[in-house]
């Protein structure tokens, strides 16, 4: 069974830094495409940032392109969300998610979720 735990979310102010952290388990992790979605309150959840197993091929919405960074680290079986310049309209609840697939491309499904971690980022 695939077990996917964040941590790390909180509360800062805009302009501030914070890194999710998501620990995978039950799933061969090397061979994983990796995700970050985020749901804020009244909207539909959307995608974030995604990862190929290999680590070289990084994906990002435009809303965060070049403030966050996703990463992975396959020896703990670990992906990672940095996130910097952050923004109020950053607020939002945080998932990690898997494919059972090595690679990722726009649209592209993920069948495993965690539970989430909450940002807040005030004014």
């Known amino acids: 069974q695939v077990r996917l735990v964040e941590s790390g979310g909180g509360l800062v102010q805009a302009g501030g830094s914070l890194r999710l952290s998501c620990a995978a388990s039950g799933l061969t992790f090397s061979s994983s495409a990796m995700g970050w979605f985020r749901q804020a309150p009244g909207k539909e959840r959307e995608f974030v940032a995604a990862?190929?197993?290999?680590?070289?091929?990084?994906y990002y919405s435009d809303s965060v392109k070049g403030r966050f960074t996703i990463s992975r680290n396959d020896a703990e079986d670990t992906v990672y969300l940095h996130m910097s310049r952050l923004k109020p309209e950053d607020t939002a609840v945080y998932y990690c998610a898997a494919r059972n697939d090595r690679v990722y491309y726009t649209g592209a499904k993920f069948g495993s979720w965690g539970q989430g971690t909450q940002v807040t980022v005030s004014a």
């Open positions: 990862i190929n197993w290999s680590g070289l091929s990084t």
